[in-house]
């Protein structure tokens, strides 16, 4: 396998939006790998004419920085691709009275609309003006509401592939007006019909505008026989061409899946080749805050390059990613560390996130600790922090350590809590927050402190607010717990109401094993809701 185009996607609209001057660091990078383009994933962070409130106080990247990027890039031999929403993912724009009539529910736009196609007809106009390629990602995946909101309340129930269908060939007028080439992702065609039984229907087959192509996205799936079926299933749509859309794991919190992904990856370029697909792209989502450096994926995008040009030795590609880098493989590899709790790991776990964050009295995720999970976290906090000696990333590496130091030191605090509370060991509870709580203040301001040097290094101001509140209630409760249970010792509370519930096992993993979660907002509390 040999594909044509071979693009790198970032993700620049989940609260993070990446430095002009390290997107063209990054396409760079990529390019020495053998990347052909660059993908900006961008839902309302990028300026568009005629729309002031569109990404405002988002971040988002000016037009002059869009045509400063997009020559930069020009120069070197990468595409720089626009990726944009033209229907759903676009949940930030009702917040501004401006565009809440635009929607038809949560975040999907109301098909029909002329105000949305105005939207999208200055959305596309300002990308035609910034960009050279004349190919843009227009989204349109996962519109889950497409048609239930107030489109059902004007319109009555339609059959949602003809309203998906009706929005789609609008807007490839408007793409075509501007001489773009479209490109959406597939999932709608293939969520709204039982498809493995029946097949995609003729008709919407036949509705969909040719020209446009079709982009095939699947995560973490290690089993060849799944892209195998994927890939057949869209070769129904003999009109529209099928791009692939794999990913280096970004997307669960702070620290990245790399093991999983490289996996992944050689089964589904495996089947690309097989099926004769000649454009890859490598995505890299943000999730719940971008809270992950992409830097951290270099690994996986170099194998990823390397997979999709045949090769899939990995002793080899451990010694080049060596030689390009400076880094040994395996050292990056590293980085991953926060999420692995287990020998082996058969799944995607983020415990980087959600014990970070689970709240030492409520214990929402103690059920995920098991015996040895300190101790390994302590090894691999000293593993890091011996890439810590004056090379390019000794500030990832840095991060991830402080991090996973601080986990080794939390991880089991709650279960200790809740033991001391429930046996009545006051000593025990006096000792827990006389000799853990103070030092674990001071994990937690380092970790936030090596973060934020992170992300004023890779991505724009904007955005870290919010990883700065998240740091900040932290603190902020960790003092409380402490000090409720100087309330409880002292005789001021009757009881630690927290501690008097039993901990039942949470709805994403089995106790005593890792758990994929990645909500800030609902792993701090029972009482918050993401909705």
Same mark, same amino acid.
């Given at each position: ?26 396409? @760079? ?31 988002? $990247? ?12 020009? @120069?070197?031999?990468?595409?720089? #691709? ?62 889950? !509401? ?17 309203? &998906? ?113 000649? !454009? #890859? ?22 194998? =990823? =390059? ?5 090769? !899939? ?40 996130? %959600? ?11 103690? %059920? ?26 000794? $500030? ?20 200790? &809590? ?8 006051? =000593? ?22 090596? %973060? ?71 792993? #701090? ?7």
């Amino acid at each position: 396998m040999n594909p044509k185009n071979l693009t790198v996607m970032i993700d620049c609209s989940r609260n993070g939006v990446m430095q002009p001057e390290k997107v063209k660091e990054f396409a @760079s990078i990529i390019k020495k790998m053998g990347y052909t383009g660059l993908m900006l994933y961008t839902e309302d962070t990028y300026e568009v004419e005629n729309e002031p409130y569109f990404g405002y106080m988002r971040g988002g $990247y000016t037009m002059a920085e869009l045509k400063d990027m997009d020559a930069y890039c020009q @120069s070197i031999g990468i595409e720089l #691709i626009p990726c944009i929403q033209v229907l759903a993912h676009l949940g930030h724009l009702p917040r501004w009275e401006e565009y809440y009539q635009h929607m038809d529910m949560a975040d999907v736009l109301m098909v029909g609309d002329e105000r949305v196609y105005t939207l999208i007809d200055n959305m596309l106009s300002t990308v035609a003006k910034c960009f050279t390629t004349r190919k843009v990602h227009i989204g349109m995946d996962e519109a889950f !509401h497409l048609g239930l909101g107030r489109y059902l309340q004007q319109n009555g129930y339609r059959n949602r592939f003809d309203i &998906l269908l009706e929005h789609l060939n609008r807007v490839k007028k408007l793409t075509d007006k501007y001489g773009l080439q479209p490109m959406i992702w597939s999932d709608m065609f293939f969520h709204l019909t039982d498809w493995e039984e029946n097949g995609i229907p003729r008709e919407v087959v036949d509705k969909v505008p040719e020209g446009v192509e079709l982009v095939y996205w699947a995560y973490n799936e290690k089993n060849k026989t799944h892209y195998d079926k994927n890939f057949r299933a869209h070769k129904q749509f003999a009109n529209n061409k099928t791009v692939f859309a794999g990913g280096i794991c970004t997307w669960t919190g702070y620290a990245p899946n790399l093991q999983i992904s490289l996996e992944a990856t050689a089964a589904a370029l495996e089947s690309a080749g097989e099926h004769s697909i000649d !454009h #890859i792209i490598m995505t890299m989502w943000g999730d719940d805050g971008k809270d992950c450096s992409f830097y951290a994926a270099l690994p996986g995008l170099f194998a =990823a =390059a390397q997979m999709a040009c045949g090769n !899939h030795d990995m002793e080899d590609i451990a010694e080049k990613f060596s030689a390009m880098f400076g880094y040994s493989f395996r050292e990056f590899m590293n980085l991953e560390l926060p999420n692995i709790t287990a020998d082996e790991e058969s799944h995607v776990h983020n415990p980087s996130k %959600y014990l970070l964050f689970n709240d030492p009295l409520l214990g929402l995720f103690d %059920y995920t600790v098991h015996d040895g999970m300190k101790s390994r976290y302590a090894a691999a906090a000293a593993v890091l922090e011996k890439s810590v000696n004056g090379r390019t990333y000794d $500030y990832l590496f840095d991060f991830y350590a402080k991090l996973t130091r601080l986990l080794a030191h939390k991880c089991d605090l709650g279960i200790r &809590l809740k033991q001391a509370y429930g046996s009545k060991d006051r =000593a025990a509870l006096k000792k827990l927050a006389d000799e853990t709580f103070p030092p674990m203040q001071v994990l937690v301001r380092q970790v936030y402190e090596a %973060y934020r040097i992170l992300w004023y290094k890779e991505n724009k101001s904007i955005g870290f607010e919010l990883q700065e509140m998240r740091f900040g209630a932290l603190l902020l409760r960790n003092e409380n717990c402490q000090r409720i249970i100087y309330e409880y010792l002292n005789g001021d509370l009757p009881v630690i109401q927290e501690l008097e519930l039993p901990r039942l096992p949470g709805h994403c993993g089995k106790e005593g094993e890792g758990a994929f979660f990645n909500s800030y907002i609902q792993t #701090i509390s029972a009482n918050s809701n993401a909705y």
